[in-house]
């Protein structure tokens, strides 16, 4: 739908040269990202639903279960699960079998819910990314305190998911079913729809329209991403203070185990930083800039968005993967290919210890005979 809040404050000078010089790049390059979007989101979709498919089944092992970190963890990996299974079926509905006349109206409420879910799913792994790290934070501080139980991990994401998408009710309501009509102004028959901005907050110069994305820039992108930054500091002021006393102690293995899965979760904390943080400032541009910004840069930049957002969907996999050794003992053991592999490995280098063994002791006893 085309719009103008004609009380925007402007964002360009349309005039400018190098303002339409940027203006066309940015979109001669959606123009040209925008056919292998699709391809490329759907297979990010598949991997991605078996990575944290395969990351939920690690982290519920008995071994692993125990960790209120790890609760989250598999908390955010559903989360992550939604988002991915919701944009595989819009980008299968919309991309590879779009519609120019219209769809039924079934179809178009669920372009409005995958819009909720694309941003309350992903908005709740942020601010679950955030539990965890100030859970970690009074680990660090505190070697027993209550936010190390499970129990209180997956009340507190509960608790997270439910405010998140009461956030998430103006976005629903923002979107309209409109039915289609024909060239001479009466409705189809069979009914078609299209989604688009409703009315009322289009009205007004844009008011409710302006509220919302305030309301989902603040609260669902800045907020989490300072609260992140905050966290980052802390910890990382929490583990230099902690070495130091290690260091005049001399305390060993399990502060250095605490460390290793501290410095896991900074890791985390980084890419997410680093990819959710100018979404923030674009958002807060978006609501500002509404006219000018939304149209001309927000639109063109939106695949782009969503791939990041499908791209964080295998952090938490990734790093662990990596870096956790105790979670790769975990997933060998889950998986009969690999431990029969490293079994016979670990067979068959026992094996040739024991030859080397034997040969040797074979060489001392020949040795002490020739002596004799």
Known sequence: MNFACWMDPPFFDINDNRTQQFLVTLESIRVAYSPVHRYISILLCVFGLFANSVHIWVLTRPQMRDSAVHTVLTCIAMADMGTMISYSIYITRYEFFKRADGYTYGWSMFL????????????????????????????????????????LACVMSAIVAICIFLLCIPTYLLHSANRVLAENGE????????????????????????????LTGIFLKVVPCILLLGFTFALLKKLRENSKKRSALLHISDDKRSDRITYMLLLMLAVFL???????????????????????????????????????????????????????????????????????????????????????????????????
């Open 187 to 214: 409705a189809k028959d069979p009914p078609k729809y299209v989604v688009t901005f409703s009315e009322d907050f289009i009205d007004n110069h844009c008011a409710l329209l302006k509220m919302n994305l305030w």
């Open 274 to 372: 680093t990819t959710e943080l100018p979404q923030g400032f674009l958002a807060i541009f978006n609501a500002i800039f509404t006219s000018h910004f939304h149209g001309m840069v927000y639109m063109n930049i939106a695949d782009f968005l969503d791939l990041f957002s499908l791209v964080n969907c295998y952090v938490g996999f990734i790093v662990f993967v990596t870096t956790g050794s105790k979670y790769r003992e975990t997933l060998m053991t889950l998986l009969p290919f690999l431990k029969n592999r490293c079994t016979n490995s670990q067979t068959h280098i026992t094996y040739k210890k024991g030859v080397e063994h034997k040969s040797k002791d074979d060489m001392v006893d020949f040795h002490r005979q020739e002596h004799v």
């Open 112 to 151: 409005k819910l995958h819009v909720v879910f694309s941003i309350g799913l992903h908005a709740i792994s942020l601010y679950l990314v955030v539990l965890m790290a100030y859970i970690r934070y009074m680990a660090i501080k505190a070697r027993y305190t209550k936010w190390m139980m499970p129990q």
